[in-house]
């Protein structure tokens, strides 16, 4: 049984950068479609980016893009997803998504992580 | 980038009463569309892909219908577990990816 289990609740300062990590289990996460996906809270859902086994390089939203950076770890089967110049409006649940390569469609999340809360504050 | 519309933003509903969910999409998408509930305090869950196919696990009570720009969620008789927010999602292009607003199933 495929589990996507995330970091901890983070705090963070203006400017600064956040690591969020999202721990694969059942799988390998070489073998999975990840995207990421935040909320803030009381509102829906914005794509932020993903990254496929066999793609170059990770895709990012064209609003993000310039902080973003999305790799895996196959040796831990870990998931990260790292944003820099952290903003108050990047306040948000951060949740990263898996789907089986195999099974195309990388823009569906058959596999949810329990979400991590981002709290950008001074 | 293609944009989602849910409506309504709340629908109140009886438990047991049958309720119907719209998203419509800027273009068209053919069938590639999904939806997902979120319950207060958890992740989203996938319950319809396809624009039609219920994903593992899922009741019967819920269906999906809709082509192109014009999709439709019904859940056929509300269970108390029901109540949640439902959002739709295009997958037409990957990367190009987006959301409704979400639409919001209260009990009445």
């Known amino acids: 049984q495929v589990q996507l289990v995330q970091s901890g609740a983070e705090v963070k300062k203006p400017g600064s950068s956040v690591k969020v990590s999202c721990k694969f289990s059942?799988?390998?996460?070489?073998?999975?479609?990840i995207n990421w996906m935040r909320q803030v809270p009381g509102q829906g859902l914005e794509w932020m980016g993903g990254?496929?086994?066999?793609?170059?390089?990770?895709q990012y939203s064209r609003k993000l893009e310039d902080r973003l950076t999305m790799t895996t770890d196959e040796s831990s089967s870990t998931a990260y997803m790292e944003m820099a110049s952290l903003r108050s409006e990047d306040t948000a649940l951060y949740f990263c998504?898996?789907?089986?390569?195999?099974?195309?469609?990388?823009?569906?999340?058959?596999?949810w992580g329990q979400g991590t809360l981002v709290t950008v504050s001074s | 980038e293609i944009v989602m519309t849910q409506s309504p933003a709340t629908l109140s509903v009886s438990p047991g009463e049958r309720a119907t969910l719209s998203c419509r999409a800027s273009?068209?998408?053919?069938?590639?569309l999904a939806w997902y509930q979120q319950r207060p305090g958890q992740a989203p869950r996938l319950l319809i892909y396809?624009?039609?196919t219920r994903a593992t696990g899922i009741p019967a009570r819920f269906s999906g219908s809709g082509s192109g720009t014009e999709f439709t969620l019904t859940i056929a008789s509300l269970q108390s577990e029901d109540f949640a927010v439902y959002y739709c999602?295009?997958?037409?292009?990957?990367?190009?990816?987006?959301f409704g607003g979400g639409t919001k199933v209260e009990i009445k």
């Open positions: 998504t898996g789907r089986l390569e195999e099974a195309g469609h990388y823009g569906l999340f058959d596999y």
């Open positions: 059942g799988d390998s996460v070489n073998n999975f479609a």
């Open positions: 990254l496929i086994p066999t793609f170059p390089t990770p």
């Open positions: 273009l068209g998408v053919s069938i590639n």
């Open positions: 396809g624009a039609s």
């Open positions: 999602q295009q997958y037409n292009n990957w990367p190009l990816l987006s």
